[in-house]
């Protein structure tokens, strides 16, 4: 009985989740576009309800709510549901969809979706030899290695994504790196811009008129047909096709530098946009904290490096840890277990609140910055891949920050993976992510001025 | 070349709906094989001869300019492209007829255009209604394409353009007294019909412009 009642307050959540994921795509990502393929809508909100009813489970563990029975079977049904949908259908649907864009391979569309997803399998496959992620007594076809091997690259995936936040977070909120640039500066560029417009149109004007003088005189077309036609144009091409070639040369390298001229141009009102910005208050409140966290991703890094090099797990979760502080230095008593169950569970609650927002409003900006209407079908389940993968990982990587009696259900249900290795992973990818990015920011930074900078 | 046979065409619409292959349509005569993203603005001339053959006939150069972009976009984008909004003689808007939201679009394309002295954040004073007030002075003379017709299979294509009937009236297009509103066929060249039609129209600019 109890575990009908169980099932019913999962499935309700799961079915706001859905909710709640069918209205994020309809009023976020896809508002500028008409939706027309409700699969994907679908399958994007499939994914997000079930990785969510993931941490609700989590959350529902350190608070000891529901049947402890019920919880591991909605544990187990939820793993392999999404298992299912990020190691199946997510990849044979991007298969379908990009297929689809391609015109000659329209008609045996399953036909080469399948072969994609194939394809997609053996790489997926091979991903797990070169890691020590799991002990040999393991079958086959079992959850452990889907997810080992899903987890390698949410986690991946995870470590990439903080490393270049960390750094980049200081960067865009410190107004001290914000280049100067004055109303001189864009009125300068923007004539640069106009005047290469009327070089190109002056160009196109000569080919025009030339092209329509040589059509007047009777001349065929250009295009050598055939295989004398080849031969012919070789040896006896006309003057006037010849100057042709060579203004069609000079268009496109003009074109190319009005394409360069705008986008900077669009950079550097970004940049007026953002220093005008600067000087709010609101501006001011996130320099203040830029500083805050420039200092916490140089902690961080460090601590990071200091994994590595001496090869050290952090055994004990944090809460424990504040709580042994507390007790043991500062000598004030209360009581563990409590205490400890709440905090773990702000604490948790806060990491995956925090996390989920996060890779949110990313997706969204990745998603305004590359998609096209062809593409998008194949972007959004991309992105929902991600989405799983991610959460996934955060699942295991999450195991980290909780006390030991929670961490069971964790480890009950995704088996004996080796988390240690994940952790250390996480480490390895973040420290190259984060020092990447720097290298990255500072080039790009110090490039920059130099262009535009008056004299 | 002296600034009296300039004639300036924006070619607008969203991403997607076709205004590179117009403008290539138009100005080559030939379909685009590959269409890709435009970044900025690219540009094309038509040589096209005033009332030919009339004893007033005169060549003008037709620069079609073809902006890229979201009407959505950053204000950073938006201001950028405010500087290709100068001395325009005429606007031709491009929607998707597979695509509502394109259309939809339009308006904002249109205000984006004609209110370019203001500053592009305080364009949108009414988001979704249309005032056809502020396009009553306007001068500049407004063609509406619809691209994709073929894309629409056959039995849905009188809602579709019914639908449409009343876009080109609330642009107050009936400035240009030959055409307002033709539907082309991108993607089969054989296809150009309305030929004589695209030259009465530019010829309906150019008379606009003599008029001023």
Not at chain 1, 140 to 160: C, F, N, P, Y
Not at chain 1, 218 to 223: A, L, M, Q, R, S
Not at chain 1, 448 to 455: N, R, V, Y
Request: aromatic residues 14%; hydrophobic residues 45%.
């Amino acid at each position: 009985m109890s575990f009908l009642i169980d099932s019913s307050i999962v499935v309700t959540s799961q079915v706001l989740f859905f909710g709640f994921g069918w209205l994020f795509f309809m009023r976020q990502l896809f508002k500028d576009y008409e939706v027309r393929q409700y699969v994907v809508q679908v399958i994007f909100s499939v994914t997000f309800a079930f990785s969510c009813t993931m941490f609700e489970l989590i959350i529902f563990e350190i608070l000891g709510v529901l049947n402890s029975s019920s919880r591991y079977f909605h544990w187990k049904m939820n793993l392999c549901v999404i298992l299912l949908i990020l190691v199946f259908m997510v990849p044979f649907y991007i298969g379908y969809f990009i297929v689809s864009n391609i015109r000659l391979l329209h008609r045996q569309r399953v036909l080469f979706s399948c072969g994609l997803w194939l394809t997609f399998m053996y790489f997926f496959w091979k991903l797990g030899d070169p890691f020590p992620i799991l002990s040999p007594k393991h079958g086959i076809l079992s959850i452990e290695q889907l997810i080992s091997r899903v987890g390698v690259i949410g986690v991946t995936l995870m470590a990439l994504l903080s490393g270049f936040g960390a750094v980049n977070c200081p960067y865009t909120y410190m107004s001290y790196f914000l280049r100067n640039v004055t109303d001189t500066d864009i009125l300068a560029l923007e004539r640069r811009l106009l005047q290469t417009m009327d070089m190109i149109i002056s160009k196109k004007k000569r080919i025009a008129t030339a092209r329509r003088n040589m059509f007047q005189r009777g001349d065929v077309n250009n295009k050598p047909s055939g295989f004398w036609g080849m031969i012919k144009s070789v040896t006896t091409s006309a003057p006037g096709s010849e100057n042709l070639t060579l203004i069609q040369q000079e268009v496109d390298a003009l074109e190319e530098l009005s394409r360069q001229l705008f986008l900077e141009t669009v950079d550097l009102y970004a940049t007026k946009e953002r220093i005008e910005y600067s000087k709010t208050f609101k501006g001011r409140y996130f320099n203040v904290l830029g500083y805050f966290f420039s200092v916490y991703c140089v902690w961080k890094i460090f601590m990071a490096t200091i994994n590595i090099v001496f090869d050290r797990v952090g055994k004990t979760d944090p809460v424990t840890r504040g709580i042994e502080i507390t007790v043991n230095y500062l000598g004030i008593q209360f009581d563990v277990k409590f205490w400890s169950q709440h905090i773990s569970f702000i604490l948790v609650g806060i990491i995956i609140v925090t996390s989920i927002r996060g890779l949110l409003i990313t997706l969204t900006k990745f998603f305004y910055a590359i998609s096209s209407s062809k593409s998008s079908n194949v972007i959004v389940l991309l992105l929902a891949q991600i989405m799983g993968m991610y959460f996934v990982s955060s699942v295991l990587l999450i195991r980290m920050s909780m006390p030991p009696e929670y961490r069971t259900i964790i480890t009950e249900v995704l088996g004996e993976l080796q988390f240690n290795f994940y952790h250390r992973w996480f480490d390895v990818i973040f420290l190259v992510s984060a020092l990447s990015s720097i290298l990255f920011l500072y080039l790009a930074h110090k490039q920059a001025p130099e262009k535009h900078m008056t004299p | 070349m002296a600034s009296l046979d300039r004639v300036k065409v924006l070619v607008l619409g969203d991403s997607g709906v076709g205004k590179s292959s117009l403008v290539h349509l138009l100005c080559q005569n030939q379909v685009l094989g590959n269409p890709s993203w435009t970044v900025g603005c690219s540009v094309d001339v038509r040589v096209h001869d005033y009332k030919e053959g009339t004893p007033e006939e005169k060549t003008f150069y037709i620069e079609l300019w073809d902006v890229g972009g979201s009407v959505g976009g950053a204000s950073s984008v938006k201001s950028t492209r405010a500087v290709f909004f100068n001395s325009v003689n005429g606007i031709i808007l491009v929607h998707d007829l597979t695509n509502k939201k394109s259309s939809q679009n339009l308006y904002r394309w249109s205000l984006e255009a004609v209110n370019k002295d203001l500053v592009p954040s305080g364009v949108l004073v009414t988001n979704g209604d249309y005032d056809r007030e502020q396009f009553a002075e306007n001068q500049i003379p407004l063609l509406v394409i619809g691209t994709k017709l073929d894309q629409i299979h056959e039995a849905k294509r009188n809602e579709v353009l019914t639908r449409i009937a009343f876009l080109a009236e609330d642009f107050n297009a009936e400035e240009i007294n030959l055409v307002i509103e033709k539907r082309y066929f991108i993607r089969d060249g054989s296809q150009i019909v309305g030929f004589p039609d695209r030259k009465r129209f530019g010829a309906g600019i150019v008379k606009n412009l003599h008029y001023d």
